[in-house]
């Protein structure tokens, strides 16, 4: 990645992030009722839940914007920024639906625990996505002052809570990377840091029950009478929403065009060879030779698991793993929900997929082993294929029938935890 833009700063929140991620996934590991007690009252709950508001609110205010305008006529890299906005909506539905679930005392401790899991989950994978394709797109098309004008509002936001996020920002951070934070600030800022922030942060439990009241978490949750805890990622592409949280139960799809109208009979056409790329990419779900040429040769692939994957040859690899282990097991089923186009060559079909997991049941239900969900809400860019891929051989299913008329470029799957 070109260093035309400085961005230290952001690197740093997500290796934050990251840090308490681990946290929270040590914890879940603790006994049933233990988890709920912990985070009630733990200051590493909220500190990540403000620091993933602070973070997200300033890329969906000041940064998103500015590459919407910017990638203007380049529909896949906006296909692109619409699947990290998604992104953002489902990670914030997340934290959402584990605020509801501590504050119902009668809360199953197994659906938390597995709320918990799949939002460790969905923001590691939502920090690989952003890291592996958006910020490339950032250091090509923002411009100086763009980039400056997102960091004084990333800033900004922090201001309110400084006390408490510089500290946890710069946990663990060197001491030249402190320097490099703190030297733009006013000096009286820097003196609170050091003299007061950093020692205060230093003395709390971040992760224990025992965390001073004055951090405690403060669950306000939406009131939603005689609605049992559900989680429900509203994906803003413009998709007609489900009738209810029962995924067999899905309206009709709303097909849109994009800025590039075509005939009817041409987009019916499209519409029917994606529906096949998708089917295909379920048949073949378990034979390499079969669905890896589904996919442009950079494709994008974040699973089930959170695992990022960056090219065909990276995911001909992770297939094999898993094909090898008792993963081979369990297998999935797709339901396209919706299909919406970009342009005449790029769509978004979201869809519903279901896990059916044939493991013994000693892995099935393993606390290392177990599946975050048994449904989970999956997110293709499909391109149109040219004759010939980008790595210069010809596109195809590899045997000798034609290959589909459509490719999966990038695909995104979220647990979904009801």
């Known amino acids: 990645m070109s260093d035309r833009l400085p961005m230290e700063t952001t690197y740093l929140v ?18 049933d009722g233990t988890l709920r007690a912990v985070l009630r009252g733990a200051a590493g709950w909220e500190l990540l839940r403000r620091a993933l508001r602070v973070h997200h609110g300033a890329e969906d205010t000041a940064l998103w914007p500015v ?30 639906a584990v605020d509801e679930a501590l504050a119902e005392p009668s809360t199953d401790p197994v659906l938390l625990g597995d709320l918990v899991d799949a939002l ?24 100086a002052q763009q980039w400056e004008r997102f960091q004084q509002v990333h800033a900004r936001r922090i201001a309110a809570d400084a006390d408490r996020l510089l500290p946890w920002l710069l946990d663990g951070a060197d001491e030249r990377t402190v320097t490099a934070v703190l030297a733009p600030l006013p000096e009286p800022v820097r003196r609170a840091y050091r003299e007061q922030w950093r020692p205060a942060y ?59 109208p075509l005939n009817d009979l041409q987009r019916e056409n499209d519409l029917a060879a994606i529906r096949r790329l998708v089917e295909l990419a379920e048949e073949h ?25 960056g090219d065909r040859a990276t995911l001909a690899q992770v297939m094999a793993q898993a094909l090898a282990s008792p993963l081979a097991s369990v297998a999935t089923r797709t339901e396209i929900h919706g299909i919406r186009f970009l342009g005449a060559d790029v769509a978004i079909v979201a869809c519903v ?25 999956l997110t293709y860019v499909v391109v149109r294929r040219s004759d010939t891929e980008e790595d210069g051989t010809p596109a195809g299913t590899g045997d000798a029938t034609p290959g589909p008329i459509w490719l999966i470029s990038s695909a995104q799957t979220t647990p979904v935890l009801a």
Do not use: C
Not at 122 to 128: A, F, P, Q, Y
Not at 129 to 142: D, N, R
Not at 214 to 238: H, M, N, T, V
Not at 356 to 370: I, Q, V, Y
């Open 353 to 377: 997929k279901h896990v059916f997991d044939n493991r013994d049941s000693e892995l099935r239900d393993g606390s290392d082993s177990r599946l975050p969900a048994r449904t989970g809400r």
């Open 285 to 309: 779900q378990s034979d390499p030779a079969r669905f890896i040429p589904l996919h442009t040769p950079d494709a994008s692939v974040v699973n089930f698991g959170g695992r990022y994957v």
């Open 14 to 31: 997500h290796d934050a992030l990251r840090r308490e991620l681990r946290h929270l996934a040590a914890v879940t590991t603790l006994g």
């Open 67 to 96: 590459l919407r305008h910017a990638l203007t006529g380049r529909p896949y890299d906006l296909a692109l920024l619409e699947a990290m906005e998604a992104e953002h909506a489902a990670i914030g539905s997340l934290i959402g």
């Open 120 to 143: 460790v989950t969905g923001v590691g994978g939502h920090l690989r996505h952003a890291e592996e394709s958006t910020f490339p797109l950032v250091q090509a098309v923002v411009t």
């Open 202 to 260: 230093a003395a709390l439990d971040r992760w224990g029950p025992g965390t001073p009241t004055g951090l405690r978490l403060r669950l306000q949750p939406q009131p939603r009478p005689r609605l049992r805890l559900r989680l429900r990622l509203r994906l803003r592409l413009r998709l007609r929403p489900e009738a209810n949280a029962d995924a067999s139960r899905l309206e009709p799809p709303d097909y849109r065009t994009g800025p590039t």
